[in-house]
């Protein structure tokens, strides 16, 4: 079965540096990849969608890359800062277009 | 704004009741779909419909719980009976026709006691 694995211990920076968190999958051919950010009693929001044909895609702070022989994408969150602090959590669209599988996520901590 | 609207926000429940949650997606998305969230499982797919019509809901308990889409403009997702390991936070989300985002609600928290 298809399986998304994202780190589950809690990523703990310091402002101004550079995040990075992982997501890996098994199992899974697809379309695209997206990440979500998601605050504490509230629902995730949309960040960045990569495709399987790209390999890296930017907004502002943002980076995430997506390589298909690996089966990873990473997500960058560049000059961090204490506002950053959520999950994030990635999520695998199905080639077909719909059905869409969320990680468990991962919990960011910036420190000021 | 445009937003994916869920009643209730909080219910708390005894085991053996029926739960219904509601969904309102944003005017013109077609795709509606159901996660539950819970700490140890993480955001679990358990249906989702494209045009009102179910497309999957194998992540689903079919012995008590059932989707539909009565209508463009109302999910609903029902729990029948109720039991306490379905306490967790149930989210509606859409997408529109061409689009590739989705948006999610704000979450139905829901407790089984």
């Known amino acids: 079965s298809q399986k998304i694995e994202q780190n589950s211990e809690a990523l703990n920076i310091q402002e101004g540096k550079t995040a990075t968190l992982t997501c890996n999958y098994t199992n899974y051919s697809p379309a695209y990849l997206q990440w979500y950010r998601q605050d504490p009693g509230r629902g995730p929001v949309f960040l960045l969608l990569i495709r399987e044909n790209e390999k890296e895609k930017r907004k502002e702070r943002l980076k995430v890359t997506f390589d298909t022989t690996l089966k990873q994408s990473l997500f960058h969150i560049t000059a961090s800062q204490p506002a950053d602090s959520a999950t994030y959590l990635c999520?695998?669209?199905?080639?077909?277009?719909?059905?869409?599988?969320f990680g468990a996520g991962t919990r960011l901590f910036v420190k000021a | 704004d445009a937003r994916v609207t869920q009643t209730p926000r909080h219910k708390v429940t005894e085991m053996g009741q029926e739960v219904t949650m509601r969904c309102q997606p944003i005017l013109g998305h077609n795709t509606v779909f159901w996660y539950r969230q819970t700490m140890m499982q993480g955001l679990e797919l358990l249906a989702y419909f494209r045009n009102r019509a179910p497309l999957d809901d194998s992540g689903m308990p079919k012995d008590r719980f059932s989707a539909e889409m009565p209508d463009a403009t109302l999910a609903t997702l029902k729990i029948q009976p109720s039991e306490p390991r379905d306490s967790a936070v149930y989210f509606c989300a859409t997408q529109g026709i061409s689009g590739n985002t989705i948006y999610f609600g704000e979450g139905s928290w829901l407790t089984v006691v």
């Open positions: 999520a695998l669209v199905y080639t077909g277009g719909f059905k869409t599988i």
